[in-house]
């Protein structure tokens, strides 16, 4: 997408974006509706309308900072409220949630590489739209892969380390999760010092080589 403009790209990346980052919410709150927590039903945000999830620096600031620099781009929405007590067994259930969202995006990632691939079929006959439904398809397996990847890291607050912590003995889950309000710095940290994009990027090609295969892309 080198030889696209900066509009051009946003144009591209948004709805890909958008819908990323926010269905990833609603897949933890409909998971945790389905074990017994209706707090995100009762706060109204089980829906896929964006202005119910969207973050001004996580969803907008940082994807579009990200795409001007050139990195590779993800972001955050407004995390979906879970209460624990609600559950039968808080921490497994807990991880079941938490691997929703990733689940999520791996099957928004298969929807996306759909999307590209009736791009290539439409290039010929239709070629504006082809090369849009190519474009916005690419960019929303990227975004969707990079997010379920990254969930997957076991840094509190992070959806992997939900999971690791339902195998952590209950004192050591608690002390684990007492990283979480540093989890961020970590990782800018990691992306500072060049350690972030060679860990994501094994899992990435991975799950987007399988994916493209199986679309036959």
Same mark, same amino acid.
Do not use: C, H, T, Y
């Given at each position: 997408m080198n030889e696209l403009n900066i509009m051009q790209q946003i144009a591209i990346w948004a709805?890909? +974006?958008i819908f990323a980052i926010t269905l990833h919410e609603v897949a933890h %709150?409909?998971?945790?509706?389905k074990l017994g927590d209706q707090t995100a039903l009762m706060l109204g945000r089980l829906t896929i309308n964006p202005l119910k999830h969207i973050d001004p620096i996580g969803t907008v600031v940082v994807p579009i900072a990200l795409l001007v620099m050139g990195g590779f781009v993800f972001g955050?929405?407004?995390?979906?409220p879970v209460d624990t007590r609600n559950f039968k067994n808080p921490a497994a259930d807990m991880a079941k949630v938490a691997i929703a969202g990733p689940a999520a995006n791996l099957l928004m990632a298969i929807f996306w590489a759909i999307i590209a691939k009736t791009g290539t079929v439409l290039q010929?006959?239709?070629?504006?739209?082809g090369n849009y439904l190519i474009y916005t398809g690419f960019a929303g397996v990227s975004i969707n892969l990079i997010l $379920? +990847? $990254?969930n997957l890291l076991p840094i509190p607050p992070l959806? %992997?380390?939900? +999971?690791?912590?339902?195998? $952590?003995?209950?004192?050591?889950?608690?002390?684990?999760?007492?990283?979480a309000p540093y989890g961020f710095f970590i990782l800018i940290g990691m992306?500072?010092? %060049?350690? *972030?994009?060679? *860990? $994501?990027m094994g899992p990435y090609t991975m799950f987007r080589d399988l994916i493209f295969s199986f679309i036959g892309l």
């Open positions: 709805i890909p +974006v %709150g409909w998971a945790a509706s955050w929405a407004k995390a979906v010929v006959s239709a070629p504006e739209i $379920l +990847v $990254l959806d %992997g380390s939900r +999971v690791l912590s339902a195998f $952590l003995p209950k004192k050591l889950a608690w002390q684990f999760n007492q990283i992306m500072i010092f %060049g350690l *972030l994009s060679p *860990l $994501l």
